[in-house]
């Protein structure tokens, strides 16, 4: 089974301010990577998939990149609305579709 | 508009079983595979089981093989999970989520989520 570690858990960050989130597989993934948003209380948002394509209804400021084992989300511009929960999620060895820990995204 | 709704959660005791529901609408139900997705209270997400459109195929993640089951009845566009030797570690928030590729690898419809909570 693929292990996917995110990196740092807790990222605090001003408005305004650039924020990037690591994953990394214990394994190349290829592309096929997902990263999803999760505010309180909320189901998961699919963010990003295949590795840099954003989902509908996420604007530019998201994006998605990497290949093989280490992928990267930035927010360019954090806004009050993206202070969330961040995971991604592997899908190239399916199943199962493993999941990273998680990255809080919180206001500095 | 996709729309997924669970139901069925509730309190059990260890040994015990329950029955969830998933109603879709808004698509064509029978052409998608469905997932089921579980998160433990304060914890991270965790993949439970994935059903074919077809019910052809299914897949369980290990910690409920033997125990859980997954099923599917397009005619009424219902998703079911068959929960059976339920044990504390299964305690968790149900989430249903509508596959967005041909294997349901990835999911962008979720539904709002069922809480199942085993305990003594």
């Known amino acids: 089974e693929i292990v996917m570690t995110q990196s740092p858990a807790t990222l605090s960050v001003s408005p305004g301010e650039r924020a990037t989130l690591s994953c990394r597989a214990s394994?190349?993934?290829?592309?096929?990577l997902a990263w999803y948003q999760q505010k309180p209380g909320q189901a998961p948002r699919l963010l990003i998939y295949?590795?840099?394509t954003r989902a509908p209804g996420f604007p530019a400021r998201f994006s998605g990149s990497g290949s093989g084992t280490e992928f990267t989300l930035t927010i360019s511009s954090l806004q009050s609305e993206d202070f969330a929960i961040y995971y991604c999620q592997q899908y190239n060895a399916w199943p199962p579709g493993t999941f990273g820990q998680g990255t809080k995204v919180e206001i500095k | 508009e996709v729309q997924m709704l669970e139901s069925g959660g509730g309190f059990v005791q260890p040994g015990g079983s329950l029955r969830l529901s998933c109603a879709a609408s808004g698509f064509t139900f029978s052409n998608y595979a469905i997932t089921w997705v579980r998160q433990a209270p304060g914890k991270g997400l965790e993949w439970v089981s994935t059903i074919s459109g077809s019910s052809d195929v299914t897949y369980y993640a290990d910690s409920v093989k033997g125990r859980f089951t997954i099923s599917r009845d397009n005619s009424k566009n219902t998703l079911f999970l068959q929960m059976n030797s339920l044990r504390v570690e299964d305690t968790a928030i149900y989430y249903c989520a509508k596959g967005d590729d041909f294997w349901g690898r990835y999911s962008a419809h979720w539904g709002q989520g069922t809480l199942v909570t085993v305990s003594s």
């Open positions: 394994q190349s993934v290829s592309s096929n």
């Open positions: 295949g590795a840099s």
